[in-house]
């Protein structure tokens, strides 16, 4: 049985993967702009990849007999300025994701429903993994610099990335 609260969390947090996909999404039309088509496609696939996200809570809060409430999303913030700021940024922004995740596994074990925390589990591991791939492109972007030749090279490298649909197992 998931509590008002829970239930109310979980919502907010289908609001934040959808903000997290539009985030995304004007992050890459920033690099289709510069013509980085490479990091245009590497935002693209992340924030499909956020949308799965929110759709897989959407599905949980359905299927434990729960009213999805669907809020506004916010307006992303457009402030780019060079590709390691916009990388800086996702990390930033990961951080304070897995600090919401956080909070949704610290309610459901206040509330003692162990089904919900058992569910964010899945999340937990994701936000290891996307803090990991925001890092690992701000190393190789410090490393090698922001010069034609190396963005060059990353480019091709981020043009590789290919959607594959989050399914939670
Ligand atoms: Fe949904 O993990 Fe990023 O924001």
Known sequence: MISDKVKNILNEQINKEFYSAYLYLAMSAYFDDMG????????????????????????????????????????????????LQVFEKILEHERYVTSLIDSIANLSMDECDLATRNFINWYLKEQVEEEKNASDIITKLKLFGEEKASLYLLNEELAKRKYHKHEYS
């Open 36 to 83: 980085l088509y490479g990091f245009a496609n590497w935002t693209k696939v992340q924030a499909r990849e956020e949308v799965d996200h929110g759709m897989i809570i959407f599905d949980y809060i359905v299927d434990r007999d729960k009213t999805v409430e669907l809020k506004q999303i916010d307006v992303p913030d457009t402030d780019f300025k060079s590709p």
